[in-house]
């Protein structure tokens, strides 16, 4: 496919994008744009450094990749990169893994089409009197990459997400409660039939509006519903578990030493980008393989997520988490889909544990590490284990 230069390690990484964005503002169609272009990011290493191009032509890859060596340099006679231990992290990986062909693929389903799922959902506000304002996204992305390397990987696969959102703002007087309904996934399939879901949402932020108290400054038992769970575990213990945040920072490796206990023995939060889902990413890009990765286990720091550079530095496995915003970017060390496993107890079960306390269903977003703060949008009071109605909350620490 190219011709890499002796001596040195070379990874050329193409992506094919196809992206949709549509915007309406209430009934009025704001944004209609379809975006499709294929490009690539060449990277260099010479031992020392990592010299890096991109380009938006691909039939300028083999030039681009003969720049960068001669930046690199002519490496010596008989001399190489190859038992460097970053270059030594670096996995053969080779095949083709698509799974968004055909019927599948977000781009074979017309423009037409996509705006007909989104106004199929307008009536549910043009039918609510407490409803002022309203707006609809749909967002879709499929990108298909080949990553080709000097270690011999010849890799092709894709990764695709699509969604609809609506934000929302409610007013009865002077109340006022804006909130949002989302869905994603990762076939525009997956969109359909949430017409019922998106009614019984609204009706259950009226209830909110119309019913939601102050909470009482205090102390509270605190159950999670997935959402602002997923946001704790991704924020604070997810970024975290990201390699690069300890390179050079001794602090940081005290405090996030692997074997500390950080939680119950019921806590357990792992790292897979082979989950389905739109943090499905099979290999990240430098070809490594996704794996299950264990940041909490019982309670115990058990796991970091690498990228090959991460791993050499800190005596580690790469965990297949290394990824670019785009074809622009270095790949870095970030996550893919990150959750908590769950445990044995259902939702009233939890709830029939606590005497008073607060279920937080909905946040607006999350701060912090150590500390962790929660801005929620949908909670509830819990009395002797049952719900006790809806309070208004400002933060959660």
């Not at 269903?361 to 109605?389: C, D, Q, W």
Request: aromatic fraction near 10%; charged fraction near 25%; include cysteine.
């Amino acid at each position: 496919m190219y011709d890499f230069p002796p001596g040195l390690y070379t990874d050329v990484r193409v992506e094919k994008v196809f992206a949709t964005v549509i915007t309406f503002d209430r009934e009025d169609l704001r944004e209609c744009n379809i975006h499709e272009h294929e490009a690539a990011l060449i990277r260099v290493f010479d031992g020392k450094r990592w010299y890096y191009a991109s380009t938006t032509d691909p039939a300028r890859i083999q030039e681009e990749i003969d720049a960068l060596a001669a930046l690199a340099g002519p490496a010596g006679a008989g001399s190489s990169v190859a038992g460097h231990p970053v270059v030594e992290k670096f996995i053969v990986s080779t095949g083709e893994y698509l799974q968004f062909t055909a019927e599948k693929n977000v781009a074979s389903v017309p423009k037409e089409e996509k705006i007909r799922l989104l106004t199929s959902y307008f009536p549910v506000f043009q039918g609510a009197p407490l409803v002022k304002l309203w707006r609809a996204y749909y967002r879709d992305r499929r990108v298909e990459k080949a990553f080709y390397s000097s270690k011999g990987s010849r890799l092709v696969f894709d990764t695709q997400h699509t969604g609809f959102a609506f934000t929302f703002e409610l007013a009865r007087k002077e109340k006022k409660f804006s909130q949002g309904f989302e869905k994603a996934g990762s076939s525009f399939s997956e969109l359909q039939e949430e017409k019922e879901n998106l009614e019984d949402f609204l009706a259950k932020c009226t209830e909110f509006l119309d019913h939601a108290r102050p909470v009482k400054p205090g102390k509270y038992t605190v159950v999670l519903a997935p959402e602002p769970a997923g946001v704790i575990a991704h924020e604070s213990f997810g970024h975290k578990s990201e390699a690069d945040f300890m390179m050079d920072n001794e602090k940081a490796m005290k405090e996030w030493a692997i074997g500390k206990k950080v939680g119950a023995e019921i806590l357990s939060i792992v790292d897979d980008g082979n989950r389905p889902g739109t943090g499905y990413v099979p290999f990240d890009d430098e070809g490594t393989l996704a794996q299950a990765t264990y940041l909490v286990k019982n309670g115990i720091l058990a796991g970091r997520l690498h990228s090959v550079a991460t791993a050499a530095a800190l005596g580690e496995e790469p965990t297949g988490n290394a990824r670019a915003i785009s074809f622009e970017y270095e790949p870095i060390v970030r996550m893919t889909t990150t959750f908590i496993l769950p445990g044995s107890k259902s939702k009233e079960e939890l709830l029939g544990e606590v005497k008073e306390g607060i279920l937080v269903e909905k946040v607006n977003h999350g701060t912090g590490h150590s500390t962790f703060t929660l801005m929620p949008t949908l909670a509830y009071r819990i009395k002797n284990g049952r719900i006790a109605g809806p309070v208004s909350i400002s933060a959660l620490t």
